[in-house]
DNA sequence: TTCAGAGAGTAAGTTTTGCTAATCCTTCCG
DNA sequence: CGGAAGGATTAGCAAAACTTACTCTCTGAA
């Protein structure tokens, strides 16, 4: 293998080659021209070619030296620019931001999201990843995300990942309601919201974990039925709740997802006396990095953006960073 | 101005980020584990931002690291590609050979002797650069030029260009003769090729230079006329000989170019008792320089075609270099 | 749990290097 | 001619780069 020049003295000959000449090129790289005439020296015979023909006064470059510039030229002006750019975006948010979130919750929020963020900063543009939770903290833990959206809940056994290295702040409690057409729920359930009679009926349940199922029922009835009807297994929210617009049975749902089928009736929660599950979506960060200036500004906007918005107000719970 | 990092840290980081592990990179770079923290701690604070999230064991490279390394990565592939290529060039002939020639010289004989060179290095690509001696060797002394083929003799006043700095060989002497067609010997001239007979007649001339007329008159006769008949002045020889053909008159000519027209008898020479004017050609090269290995093959290659060549030797003297 | 191993980071000491100052050589130009 | 200007060379010193030795932390095996 060939064994690469020392870089500085490229920089040095970059110098002697566009001015042409010791004196110069040691003006501007504020140096004495003995150390110009040395680095050119040991340079060219680092690379084994001269670079310049000594002309009395004159420095006249080889071919090889053209060959070498046309090079080393190109380098040092993406360089700059790109080193500027990594330099700017300490002052003004630019550059790609990486989100993971979950798939759900990230279709829903993020598109639009990243559209108004873009309006006031142009510059930045995104990469959304929609993946389980357990996938995204991989990613995020490889430096493949700047910062993921995870819920923990609703898979919180399924990684065993160590969860030290991790930054986690929860931004908002999604509530998860059981629930099945207003046909359904008349004719079928007959308005019965008991365990007994639950029990018996259709569910839809997602393929990577039926934990939401079980977790509803622990919940309302603090026990759970070792076999439910699970009448259609998919991992897709949309899936599911055209499921139960069809009646297929009942299923777990994020009630912000519903929100205007309830006020039309067309779909209908199941109750009971206890209180909703709550879904905690985090905001997960890698403990060792600091977030950029672009990715703090995005987040600040990404909080003040979901205080404001109508359905996530009424239908989960923001959880109250300040305090946490 | 954006003060550039140093160099030589680039390298450090770019194995740290391809090998994910300062040991790793430590071992290629041949250095201790420690030299390469301390190199990559002093670029990071160098550039103003993190290049690796430290985790634990393991280094995660941040984005502004990923942007960095999509700009020094093609130049270190470029870099020694570009410096493979100008080592090899030292083993076997390659790359483009830069060549300055006369006119008429040039274009006659460069073309095919590319064409038989390039046969058996296919790698050496040619710039033929066709000009006064003058621009020739201005563009030697500029680097512009690996080597170049001049005439002295026709334009020696004419470049007061310090010639010490240039290595001359003697390549070969070309004959300058006086020539006009048939036709014009024998109706116009009748044969006479005295002195008193030739300067009142028509003349064709070097727009450059009418030093060849002069030094022919004066080589032949001792003396000139300050007033010759010069009924057409033009720099280039294709149209000086088609003058002659036409009839305009006499015209100064290498004789080699005419050689199958004077055996055919449609241009005659006039002669005197003197031996014709030389007009040497030599090999110019800028004497700091040394030669590479293409322009040394390419040159011997050269002068064994040249000595090959039938009407040249005929009709010029190939001057013998060993005694030079 | 303990303990060895491995990777990263730090401090201090040594070696290497890069730089300067002084000098020389040559050319250029008034 | 003689000073100015560009480049080359050398010696010596200051600033790096590198190494050694040690710490810290995590990992994985016993």
Redo the contacts between chains.
């Keep these: 293998m060939?064994i690469?020049?020392?870089?500085?003295r490229?920089?040095v000959f970059y110098h002697i080659f566009a001015e042409q000449s010791l004196v110069a090129a040691s003006k501007t790289l504020n140096i004495t021209p003995s150390a110009v005439s040395q680095h050119l020296k040991k340079l060219e015979s680092e690379?084994?070619?001269?670079l310049f023909?000594?002309?009395?006064k004159r420095l006249?470059?080889?071919?090889?030296a053209e060959?070498?510039l046309?090079?080393?030229k190109p380098?040092?002006h993406?360089?700059?620019v790109?080193?500027?750019?990594?330099?700017q975006s300490?002052e003004t948010p630019a550059?790609?931001l990486?989100v993971g979130a979950p798939l759900v919750f990230g279709k829903t929020y993020f598109p639009g999201m990243f559209a108004s963020f873009r309006i006031m900063y142009p510059q930045v543009t995104f990469v959304l990843k929609l993946g389980d939770p357990a996938v995204l903290l991989g990613m995020l833990?490889?430096?493949l995300l700047?910062f993921a959206l995870v819920d923990i809940f609703l898979s919180q056994r399924q990684f065993s990942a160590d969860l030290r290295?991790y930054r986690m702040e929860p931004v908002v409690d999604e509530e998860l309601i059981l629930a099945c057409s207003r046909n359904y729920y008349e004719h079928v359930l007959g308005g019965d919201c008991s365990f007994a009679s639950l029990v018996s009926r259709e569910f839809i349940s997602y393929y990577s974990n039926d934990l939401a199922l079980k977790s509803w029922f622990g919940d309302h009835f603090g026990k759970s039925s070792a076999r439910l009807n699970i009448v259609m297994t998919v991992d897709n929210v949309d899936a599911v709740l055209s499921g139960i617009e069809h009646g297929l049975g009942m299923g777990i749902i994020p009630s912000h997802l519903v929100h205007d089928a309830m006020q039309k009736g067309s779909i209908v929660p199941v109750t009971t006396t206890s209180t909703e599950i709550i879904n905690r979506i985090s905001l997960v960060q890698?403990k060792?990095?600091?977030p950029?200036l672009t990715e703090k500004t995005f987040l600040s906007f990404y909080k003040k953006m979901m205080q404001q918005d109508a359905v996530v107000e009424k239908f989960s719970r923001i959880v109250d960073n300040e305090k946490v």
């Excluded at 790109?82 to 330099?87: C, D, S």
Aim: no cysteine; hydrophobic share 40%; glycine share 12%.
């Design positions: 060939l690469l020049p020392d870089l500085n490229l920089r690379i084994g070619t001269a023909i000594r002309q009395h006249v470059p080889t071919p090889e060959k070498l046309a090079i080393i380098f040092f993406d360089l700059e790109g080193l500027r750019a990594i330099n300490r550059g790609r990486r833990g490889d430096g700047d290295m890698l060792g990095k600091q950029s």
